[in-house]
């Protein structure tokens, strides 16, 4: 699929070559990235740019730049200070593969690379820039509330920890292909709520929602609606943002 050509292809073109020194820093950053995972959120930013009307190849980078600021978060998200988890996508995390120093290393350049390559978007690089700061503070203060869990504020929690990201994916898309505000505006409300209910159905997964099972699948079935009506109005191609939506409703992993 069109999709995934593009991603895969512009985040090789983006990361360093594996034997670039040092190779094990350049292997670090490319198995993290390598192992798979479902590129959620660059089909974000590519299907934001269609939506607003736009050539997805403009997307490409911003598209490249999220999967890797993403990638960085689950690297640190592993490490012996917070997870500890010895696998992720069913394979070693990287800390267990390449050791801990290593992982922390491999996560800031990947964090330093999603900056480099956002800045290679061919218009609005100065606004796309601020919303993947922006929202790149977002995970870590969705984080940090979830770690200290002083005082449990799930809806905090989910808005940062995983709709943030999805929401810079959609504003970047949008951005790339020369959107207004309104249209930006639109496709992160759209966003917004398709974090929520990929989180809400990552809970009904692993069967560790802090609802009930009727609620979860509610809060789910309603975020999911909102994501779609958000998206009245929109100039473009809505077709793979509905079929996003539709298909994080149905998604069994
Ligand atoms: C270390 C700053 C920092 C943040 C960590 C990623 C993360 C934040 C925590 C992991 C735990 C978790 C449930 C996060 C919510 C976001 C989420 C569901 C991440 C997993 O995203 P997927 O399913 O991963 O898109 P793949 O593997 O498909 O890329």
Redesign the pocket.
């Known amino acids: 699929m069109r999709f995934s050509k593009i991603i895969e292809e512009v985040l090789d073109e983006v990361l360093p070559k594996g034997n670039d020194r040092p190779a094990i820093l350049s292997q670090a950053m490319r198995y993290a990235v390598g192992?798979?995972?479902?590129?959620?959120?660059p089909r974000i930013c590519l299907a934001a740019a269609l939506g607003a009307g736009g050539d997805i190849e403009d997307a490409r980078y911003p598209a490249a730049a999220i999967?890797l600021l993403?990638?960085?978060?689950?690297?640190?998200?592993d490490?012996p200070a917070?997870?500890n988890d010895e696998e992720?996508?069913g394979m070693m995390s990287v800390w267990k593969k390449f050791g801990e120093a290593n992982a922390i290393l491999a996560?800031d350049a990947l964090l330093a690379l999603a900056y480099k390559t956002a800045a290679l978007s061919p218009r609005n690089v100065k606004r796309i820039i601020e919303e993947l700061g922006e929202k790149g503070v977002g995970?870590?203060q969705?984080?940090?509330e979830?770690i200290e869990e002083i005082k449990r504020d799930i809806d905090f929690i989910?808005l940062h920890?995983?709709a943030d990201?999805f929401i810079a994916s959609a504003a970047m898309g949008a951005l790339a292909v020369g959107a207004d505000e309104e249209l930006v505006g639109k496709l992160k409300e759209y966003a917004l709520n398709l974090g929520l209910a990929?989180?809400y159905q990552?809970d009904l997964l692993?069967g560790d929602s802090p609802y009930d099972l009727e609620k979860t699948r509610s809060l789910a079935e309603e975020s999911t609606n909102k994501a779609i009506d958000a998206l009245q109005g929109l100039p473009g191609d809505l077709s793979e943002l509905i079929r996003l939506a539709e298909s994080l409703r149905g998604r069994q992993?």
């Open positions: 192992t798979g995972g479902k590129r959620v959120r999967e993403h990638n960085y978060t689950l690297v640190h998200d490490l917070m997870d992720r996508r996560g995970v870590v969705g984080q940090v979830d989910y920890k995983t990201l990929f989180q990552d692993d992993r």
